[in-house]
């Protein structure tokens, strides 16, 4: 591959701004029960969604009106559960159905939350009832938490949220390719974000814009960094 052929990685920082939350049928209900917490009938919740489908950015949002923190599932044991719950009023357990769980942690960072009067946000791909939870009173616990869930991408969604994504890699997209694109390519969150990624990547390579040729290239499999552009 050429030096012109080479992508440079200048990296991306998505927004995650309240207004950059783009509020569709399909997160209507999840945004606005995120963004409630006083409407809760207890102090925890989870928020379940595909990947890619704003989970982080809801989670975010939250943490940061109620001055608090993120952390991952992986960071909650046993002795680091009321640590965590003493330094901020509220937390956000990121990821809770993926990778090895301390479900003793977890209980006691459940318990403990109520105890020290704490809001939790727990948020997974799935919900609860789906986790391989073994321990008895931790799923318990799980079960009785009220769910927010994100579902399934429409059109419009899927158009603005390539619009958000491209801008976050400060590229401008025409509305020809975003068309072209929610017509062919897979309809959920997760592939509207590699499409971006692998176009991105793809201009640069080449670089060019991004334009419908270069998009059905990338659709069809035919991108292989030749610099030029089909019919």
């Known amino acids: 591959m050429s030096e012109a052929q080479l992508p440079l990685a200048f990296g991306h920082v998505p927004s995650l701004a309240a207004d950059d939350f783009l509020v569709a049928p399909c997160n209507a209900e999840a945004h606005a029960w995120v963004g409630a917490p006083g409407r809760w009938p207890g ?44 330094s901020v009023p509220v937390l956000v357990v990121e990821d809770c159905d993926r990778g090895p769980l301390d479900e003793v942690g977890l209980f006691h960072l459940i318990n403990q939350g109520r105890e020290l009067g704490r809001l939790l946000l727990l948020t997974a791909r799935l919900p609860p009832a789906t986790w391989a939870v073994r321990l008895p009173d931790l799923r318990s616990r799980l079960l009785a938490m009220p769910v927010a869930a994100i579902g399934a991408p429409d059109d419009a969604l899927l158009a603005a949220l390539l619009v958000k994504l491209f801008d976050d890699r400060q590229l401008r ?9 929610i017509g062919r390519m897979e309809r959920s969150f997760a592939a509207c974000a590699r499409m ?10 080449s670089r060019r814009a991004v334009t419908v040729p270069l998009a059905r290239r990338i659709l069809e499999g035919e991108d292989h960094g030749s610099g030029t552009e089909g019919p």
Do not use: M, Y
């Not at 102090?43 to 001055?67: E, Y």
């Not at 997209?173 to 694109?181: M, Y």
């Not at 971006?196 to 390579?205: F, G, K, P, Y």
């Open 43 to 86: 102090p925890a919740s989870v928020l379940c969604g595909p990947a890619q489908s704003g989970k982080t950015h809801l989670a975010h949002l939250f943490a940061r009106d109620g001055g608090g923190r993120l952390v991952s599932a992986a960071e909650v044991t046993e002795g680091s559960s009321r640590p965590l719950l003493e």
């Open 173 to 181: 997209i025409g509305e020809d390719v975003v068309h072209f694109l």
């Open 196 to 205: 971006v990624e692998r176009l991105d990547n793809a201009a640069l390579a």
